[in-house]
């Protein structure tokens, strides 16, 4: 993609590998390695365990650092996706179904790497749910619970000047969602996770439960986080949100 990109100007492609290895590679470790650091003291116990299981079990195939820096890179990009939920009235059976596209570009190189990876944890409270998404990231893009709760996420921008607010010192919203998938047995279990979490970035999230038979959206950031339904839906229709 460097390669491309600088190849628009003119730029050979020996010189632009050589700037992306020289320059752009370690820039982009540092602020991820930044990140890190800032959020670290918000990050539970259990995600460090995790990561350092996959680093002794791989027999040092895996880097640790580099793992580490591959679940950070949600926290500087969020994820542009397409999220619905239709229940009741709106589905043929009246059930619940819920929809998660993430629209990233098909050749995007984390598209080789795609997951589908069971948990069973034997943790207090917590539920088996299946975490759809990519080698290496333990947080959660898309997921759902042996209970019936699932998560989707997209980027939020804050097109209606809401105030909403983001910062780097919290717990990466990757683990937030996890945590209520995870651990929640209905909607409000969900509301009230994400109401105490130490949240991070601004993101639109959707959260499906089959207990509940319902669905709600989530405005997220970190000064607030404000929940809709198809009768509250919070923001005002434009060309960016149809």
């Known amino acids: 993609m460097v390669v491309d990109f600088l190849g628009q100007f003119g730029v050979p492609s020996i010189v632009s590998i050589e ?8 820039a982009g470790y540092w602020l991820l390695d930044l990140n890190w650091q800032v959020a670290l003291p918000y990050v ?10 996959i680093v002794d079990g791989s027999n040092g195939v895996v880097d640790g650092d580099l793992l580490r820096r591959i679940n950070m890179i949600p926290e500087l990009t969020q994820a542009a996706c397409t999220v619905l939920g239709a229940w009741g009235s709106s589905t043929a059976d009246g059930g619940l179904y819920h929809l998660r596209a993430l629209d990233w570009a098909s050749d995007a190189p984390i ?10 944890s034997t943790e207090e409270g917590s539920n088996t749910f299946a975490n759809i998404g990519y080698v290496g990231l333990i947080g959660v893009l898309t ?14 921008y804050d097109i209606s000047d809401a105030g909403a607010k983001k910062t780097y010192k919290g717990e990466p919203w990757m683990w937030v969602l996890r945590d ?10 969900v509301e009230e996770r994400l109401n105490n979490a130490n949240r991070t970035m601004m993101i639109h999230n959707g959260w499906g439960s089959l207990p509940d ?11 607030w986080v404000k ?3 198809d009768h509250e839906w919070i923001a005002d229709f434009n060309s960016a949100h149809p």
């Open 19 to 26: 700037i992306y290895h020289k320059y752009l590679l370690p």
């Open 44 to 53: 539970p116990q259990r995600y460090l365990d995790e990561m350092q299981g």
């Open 111 to 120: 598209s080789e790497y795609p997951a589908v990876i069971i948990y069973d």
């Open 143 to 156: 997921a759902m619970s042996k209970k019936g709760i699932s998560a989707g996420e997209k980027v939020y």
């Open 180 to 189: 209520t998938v995870q651990f929640s047995n209905n909607l409000a279990d």
């Open 213 to 223: 038979n319902s669905f709600r959206g989530a405005d997220y950031s970190k000064n």
């Open 227 to 229: 929940f809709y339904d």
